[in-house]
C-alpha cells in the first residue's frame, strides 16, 4: 500500500468533528484522511455512508522505533506472520477493554479488529513492514439516527481509540513472555511441519497433546469437568519419533509414515478426534490450544462425501465406470453429485491440485465409495456396479504417485489387509495393532477379490474457461461477498463450502472470494490450467502478500491454501473448462 508521506496535526481531527456536530450523517466525509496523534498516525481510509451501513475503515500505524518491539521477533516470515497475529489479538482484546461500544443507532460506537480462532493465519489486520507497524480495523461512527454525534466521536478517536493503540501496539504494555511464546511456539509448529518430509513422515503428533475440543461448535481445548478429563496423547513406542523444535527442544510423538494408515478403534473411543486434529494439522495454532504439536503435510486434503455438489469434468474413471445411462466418467459433470461420485470427484480434484496426503473418515464417506465386500461381490456381478471402491486402490496412490492416505475405519476389516500401519484407539489411547492386524487377516481372510481394472493415471490437467467467472452483480462491475466460513457469492453465483472442512476461518473464504476473482483476471484469461493458475496465485501472495487481493485496503483478509482456492473453483455451478 502507498502510504502518505504527509499527515494533518491531530488538532485538524479535532476541529473537523466540532465543524459537524449535530449534521446529517454524510458530513462524516469530510474527516477522511490521515492524523498525527502523537505516537501514532491515525488514517480514516473510508468513511461508512449511514450508520447501519458496514463501519467505517481506519488503520493506526505506529513506527518500530516507537512501539519498540524487539527486531528479533519480525526477523523471518513466519515470527511476522505470528507477531501480526498476537498483535491483532491484543488489539482485538483492548477494543473489548476499552471502548465503550454501543453509543447511538446501528453501529454507533464499536471498534472492531478482525481476528482469529485458534489458528494462526496469515492475515492483513496487522501488517509488518520494516519501518512500522499498522493495525487496519473498524469503527462505526456514531450517530442518533442519522445525525452525527461529534462528540461522541472525538471520544472514540482520541480517546478510547489511543488507548487502544497504547495498550496492544506498544512493547512496553504488552506481556513479553506471552509475546515470545506466541513467535517461537508458532515458529516451532512450522519448524515440524518443515522437517515431515525430510524425516519421511507425513503427520507428527507430539505426546502430551490435547485433541478433544470443548464442543462441536467450540474450537477451544477440552477442559476437564467433573465427569470428564481429556486424555493427552501419547504415541505407541513402536511408532515413536523424535523431532527437533529450533526454540523448544526435541519433542516425541506419533510419526505417521507414508502409505496407508488405519485408524481404527471402537465407536466413540477419539477416531475421528485424531483424525479432526490431523486435518487442522496444516496450520499452526495459539499456544494452549493442546494441538500445537499436531502437524500435517502441507497438501493434506480432507476428503468426504459431499452429494448435491456440482462437477465439472472431472475424470472419476479410476473409481466410477459403466454408469447405468452410459454417462462417460473419463469427463464426469453433473449439477447433483451422488455420495460416491462426489466423493471420487473430490479425490481427483485434490490430486489435480497437488495434494499428496489424503484424509478420510468413514463417518463422512459413502459407504459404498470406501468397500464392497465379498458377499456384495456375489451378488452384485463387477459389470453391474460403477464404483472401483476406494479399497481397491489406496495403495496404488501410496505407489508412484506418492499420495498416502490416513483412514478412520472401525466398520471395514477388508481395510486392515491394506494398511501400512494401524493405529487402534482404545480409551483415546493410540495402540500400534499392525501386528494384531496381520494375525486377523491370517485367521479370517477375505474372499474379496479386487476391483480395479486398469491403472491410475494423473489426471488430466483442466483449463478453466474464462466465461466460468462472471463478478457482476446488478449495476456492479465487480461484486464478491462471502456469507461466514461457508458461503461465497461471487457476482451472482452462490458457492457452498460447507464441506471444505479445511477452511477454518471466515476471513478465509472473504479472500478466497477475491482469489478467484485474480485466478480468473490473470490466468484463465490466458488459458493457464487451474495448476498453473493456482501456483501463480501462490506466487504472487507470497511476493505481495494479501494487499495484491483487494482494490482497496481492508484488513479482513486471511490467507487460504491454494487447496481450498482450487476446492472453491471446483465448486462453482458455472465453471467451465476445457
Ligand atoms: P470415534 O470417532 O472413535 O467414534 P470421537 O473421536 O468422535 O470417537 O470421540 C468421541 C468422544 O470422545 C467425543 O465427544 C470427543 O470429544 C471425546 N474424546 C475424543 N478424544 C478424547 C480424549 N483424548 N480425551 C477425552 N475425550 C476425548
Ligand atoms: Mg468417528
Known sequence: MNRPSSALPGQRLTEALQRIEGRGYKAYKSIAGVYDLGRFRLS????????????????????????????????????????????????????????????????SGQIDICCGGQEILERNSVIV?????????????????????????????????????????????LDATALERHVLTTEDQQALRDQLEERGLVAFVGDGSILPRRSGIDDRPMRPSA??????????????????????????????????????????HGKSTLLRALERGVYNHVPGDGREWAVTHPSAVKIRAEDGRSVQKVDISPFINNLPLGQP???????????????????????EAGSRLLLIDEDTSATNFMIRDARMQALIAKEQEPITPYIDRARELAGEPG???ILVVGGAGDYLEIADQVLLMHHYRAQDARDRALQVVERYPS??????????TPPPDRRPLPRSFDPRRGRR????????????????????????????????TRSLGLAIHAFSESCAQRGATLREGLEDLGRRLDNSGLDWLS????????????????????????????
Open 329 to 351: 466418467t473419463d469427463e464426469f459433470s453433473t449439477e447433483n453429485a451422488s455420495g460416491s461420485t462426489s466423493q471420487a470427484a473430490n479425490i481427483i480434484e485434490a490430486l
Open 44 to 107: 480514516i481510509d473510508h468513511v461508512q455512508a449511514d450508520p447501519f451501513a458496514a463501519p467505517s475503515r481506519l488503520s493506526a500505524e505506529v513506527k518500530h522505533s516507537v512501539a519498540e518491539i524487539p527486531a528479533h521477533f519480525r526477523s523471518s516470515r513466519i515470527r511476522r506472520v505470528a507477531l501480526a497475529d498476537y498483535l491483532t489479538r491484543q488489539f482485538g482484546a483492548a477494543a473489548n477493554r476499552l471502548a465503550r461500544g454501543h453509543r447511538g443507532t446501528g453501529k
Open 447 to 456: 474372499v474379496r477379490k479386487g476391483e480395479a481394472e486398469f491403472r491410475l
Open 227 to 268: 465427569d470428564r478429563a481429556p486424555v493427552p496423547f501419547e504415541s505407541p513406542p513402536s511408532l515413536a519419533v523424535e523431532l527437533d523444535r529450533p526454540n523448544s527442544g526435541p519433542i516425541r510423538g506419533l510419526g505417521v509414515p507414508p502409505g496407508v494408515t488405519l485408524i481404527t478403534g471402537g465407536g466413540f
Open 477 to 508: 462491475a465487480v461484486k464478491i461477498s462471502s456469507r461466514g466460513r461457508r458461503t461465497i457469492v461471487f457476482g451472482s453465483t452462490r458457492i457452498d463450502l460447507d464441506a471444505v472442512e479445511q477452511l477454518v476461518d471466515p476471513a478465509q
Open 551 to 578: 482494490p482497496i485496503k481492508v484488513g479482513d483478509l486471511a490467507r487460504p491454501r491454494l487447496l481450498e482456492v482450487a476446492a472453491a473453483i471446483n465448486r462453482m455451478r458455472t465453471l467451465h473448462v476445457q
Open 129 to 173: 513492514e520494516d519501518d512500522l507497524i499498522e493495525a487496519r480495523f473498524t469503527a462505526g461512527l456514531p450517530a442518533a439516527g442519522r445525525r452525527i454525534l461529534a462528540r461522541q466521536a472525538a471520544d472514540m478517536l482520541l480517546e478510547e481509540l489511543p488507548a487502544i493503540v497504547e495498550a496492544s501496539l506498544f512493547h512496553s504494555s
Open 403 to 405: 499420495v498416502s492416505s
